[in-house]
């Protein structure tokens, strides 16, 4: 029975992280507390938030789109990690994998782009800060969140239609957890020339644009650092960009490791372990990163819980 793509193939066999079957439980009790570290972590950032006045700022602005993302972003393929770490046969359908690839390529091209908006916004807020309410309008803030999810748009549209011209005759066991560009590719029984050329194009504008204006942004701030003659001021300044150094880092590093380089089955492998550390271990580090020594946060979270308490 084929597809209207003409492939011959109607579902996928997933491997997962190991094939080892004393490992896979273990695994599905670490994976689930990270899955709920992530969304009570970011549920919680987004809850707030909208809820106080206070945070009602660009910068928090920001990190509510950001925690949104990573919400979204690691739903997508977390819990159908999960339930194939305890079923005896990881089975997806195509339909499955084209929606799950779409949703993929969409929330991880949000994220490079919400995190390059947060680096302008901090860059704004130190190096210009008597211009800060000027370059950073609410205006200016929704122009920038819809330029994000915007080029998300274009890149998963880019990914999925390429993906859909390709035909998959017999084989159909991918070597990842999830519906992957990489490992799907060498399934292939059609050229994936089209394909590995988009990856790299798309893939190398969508980490190397933003991360190179995260990092000039942040060399900017580091410059303007070093002029603050308040030794309390710089530690201030320091410690709100190094946040988000730490967060691009692991970001941008693990993906720049999975598709900027050569497929293979070797790469597939290693490709693995830094997929675990862009889907699962980034959106759970997120919020902690900017929030466990956020006052702003703390306060707001204060307020809140007084609020509860006070009304039950």
């Known amino acids: 029975m084929t597809t209207e793509n003409g492939s011959f193939v109607t579902e996928f066999i997933l491997v997962g992280l190991t094939d080892h079957s004393d490992l896979q439980l273990p695994l599905f009790f670490l994976f689930l507390a990270l899955y709920m570290v992530t969304v009570l972590g970011n549920l919680g950032l987004i809850t707030l938030i909208g809820l106080n006045s206070h945070l009602h700022?660009?910068?928090?602005?920001?990190?509510?789109?950001?925690?949104?993302?990573?919400?979204s972003y690691s739903s997508v393929f977390t819990p159908k990690m999960l339930i194939n770490l305890i079923s005896k046969k990881n089975?997806?359908?195509?339909?499955?994998?084209?929606?799950?690839?779409?949703?993929?390529?969409?929330?991880?091209?949000?994220?490079?782009y919400v995190l390059t908006s947060m680096a302008y916004d901090r860059y704004v807020a130190i190096c210009n800060p008597l211009l800060y309410n000027i370059a950073?309008?609410?205006?200016?803030?929704?122009?920038?969140?819809?330029?994000?999810?915007?080029?998300?748009?274009?890149?998963?549209?880019?990914?999925?239609?390429?993906?859909?011209?390709?035909?998959?005759?017999?084989?159909?066991?991918?070597?990842?957890?999830?519906?992957?560009?990489?490992?799907?590719?060498?399934?292939?029984?059609?050229?994936?020339y089209v394909n590995e050329l988009v990856v790299f194009i798309?893939?190398?504008?969508?980490?190397?644009?933003?991360s190179l204006t995260i990092f000039i942004s942040c060399g900017f701030i580091l410059y303007s650092i070093l002029h603050i003659n308040s030794t309390e001021g710089r530690f201030k300044?320091?410690?709100?960009?190094?946040?988000?150094?730490?967060?691009v880092l692991l970001?941008?590093?693990?993906?720049?490791?999975?598709?900027?380089?050569?497929s293979s089955a070797g790469s597939m492998n290693e490709g693995k372990i830094s997929s675990?550390?862009?889907?699962?271990?980034?959106?759970?580090?997120n919020p902690l990163?900017?929030?466990?020594?956020?006052?702003?946060?703390?306060?707001a979270l204060g307020k809140t819980l007084s609020r509860r308490n006070f009304q039950s």
């Open 276 to 285: 675990v550390i862009y889907t699962n271990v980034v959106p759970m580090m």
């Open 251 to 262: 970001f941008f590093g693990s993906f720049s490791f999975m598709y900027l380089q050569p």
């Open 202 to 210: 798309v893939g190398g504008i969508n980490i190397t644009v933003p």
């Open 57 to 71: 700022t660009p910068m928090y602005f920001f990190l509510f789109n950001l925690s949104f993302t990573d919400l």
């Open 91 to 112: 089975i997806i359908s195509y339909q499955g994998c084209m929606v799950q690839l779409y949703f993929f390529c969409f929330f991880a091209i949000s994220e490079c």
């Open 136 to 192: 950073m309008s609410p205006k200016v803030c929704f122009n920038l969140v819809f330029g994000s999810y915007l080029m998300a748009f274009s890149g998963a549209v880019a990914h999925t239609g390429c993906m859909l011209r390709l035909t998959f005759c017999d084989a159909n066991t991918i070597n990842h957890y999830f519906y992957d560009i990489l490992p799907v590719l060498q399934l292939s029984c059609t050229s994936t």
């Open 289 to 299: 990163i900017y929030s466990l020594r956020n006052k702003d946060i703390k306060l």
């Open 237 to 247: 300044a320091f410690r709100t960009c190094s946040s988000h150094i730490i967060a």
